[in-house]
């Protein structure tokens, strides 16, 4: 098992550890269905997908927001105030201009003609201000649609909440992140809950081996290893109700490997920074296989919060920004 990586496993019968492997350790990418992700590239964190509409994809009205959205990052990108634009805030905007296409493409298609976008004589920061604005009321909106959907619906709706709350921190920052190419994916399996838990722990049980590895060459009292013990105890507390909940519905527990095979081996605190990076990067596919998977509103709600940590715990590490978090790639 490979802790940190994320390959593609249409059976799912050996896990890769965003960055480990047993002995050899691993993380696999898990197989989710008509508007899921696949795999992740093993040697630098994945492409955001953009997933094959569900069959039963919204009305194209639902894809208006995410028009919109696009709509406007290209009116600020055209603008009067253009010049204005440093370039790593041009290529934030053009990837959001992007990423969010890709969002109406998967909701329903083909897409009906967008009604244009005019910002008139705002300024630069009011413009990005409203963008950011509009980002975040998406966010809100999808959150809700995630909670009440079931299947693959239900992690469409959750990946675009995340996301869209993101980019509203993002166009926020001072010094805009770098972003993954947004790309398509071919749909893959929904899992039984049960399964999609139980690969979800094996996830947790790399990621624990891994974290040990990493926190082993991060200075002694450093906030870095600091941040890292309490990321460790949480993957552990997290791991531990995942457990719980298999007991209770009567499932196997996975039992961890002996060892597992770090994709970037910890040397020093840079090399441990991006061992974690890409665990938590590909993990979030399997917190995806669970939303999909979630047989209640408060399971539901458990996995989506766990696909947000693993998220902002990915970004924190320097991760890139993504256009579909909780898709394999």
């Not at 896990?15 to 795999?39: E, K, M, N, R």
């Amino acid at each position: 098992m490979i802790i940190g990586l994320g390959l593609a496993a249409p059976t799912l019968t050996m896990p890769w550890l965003a960055g480990c492997t047993p002995s050899d350790p691993t993380v696999d990418s898990p197989t989710i269905a008509p508007s899921t992700p696949s795999s992740a590239a093993p040697s630098s964190p994945p492409a955001s997908p953009s997933p094959t509409p569900a069959p039963s994809s919204p009305s194209a009205g639902a894809a208006a927001p995410e028009q919109a959205l696009a709509a406007l990052a290209a009116a600020i990108l055209a603008g009067p105030n253009r010049k204005q634009l440093s370039k790593d805030r041009r290529q934030l905007l053009t990837f959001l201009r992007s990423a969010h296409t890709a969002h109406a493409h998967a909701i329903t298609n083909p897409l009906p003609t967008p009604a244009p976008v005019k910002i008139g004589g705002m300024s630069l920061n009011s413009s990005l201000a409203l963008l950011a604005r509009r980002e975040a009321s998406a966010a809100g909106r999808y959150r809700n649609a995630a909670l009440k959907a079931n299947g693959s619906d239900a992690l469409l709706w959750g990946s675009l909440s995340l996301a869209a709350r993101s980019f509203a921190a993002a166009i926020g920052s001072a010094n805009p992140p770098a972003t993954r190419r947004v790309a398509d994916q071919k749909p893959v399996e929904v899992l039984s809950e049960a399964a999609a838990v139980q690969e979800l722990v094996r996830q947790l049980h790399a990621i624990v081996y891994g974290y040990q590895l990493a926190i082993g060459k991060l200075k002694v009292f450093s906030k870095q290893r600091l941040k890292a013990e309490r990321e460790l105890l949480a993957q552990r507390i997290f791991r531990d109700r995942l457990i719980a909940w298999l007991k209770k519905h009567s499932a196997d527990v996975p039992a961890a490997a002996a060892a597992y095979v770090p994709s970037v081996v910890p040397r020093n605190a840079a090399t441990a920074g991006k061992l974690i990076m890409r665990m938590q990067t590909a993990l979030q596919p399997f917190c995806g296989l669970w939303l999909a998977a979630a047989a209640t509103p408060a399971d539901r709600q458990q996995a989506l919060t766990a696909l947000s940590n693993a998220m902002k715990t990915a970004r924190s590490w320097g991760a890139p920004l993504g256009a579909w978090p909780g898709w394999s790639s």
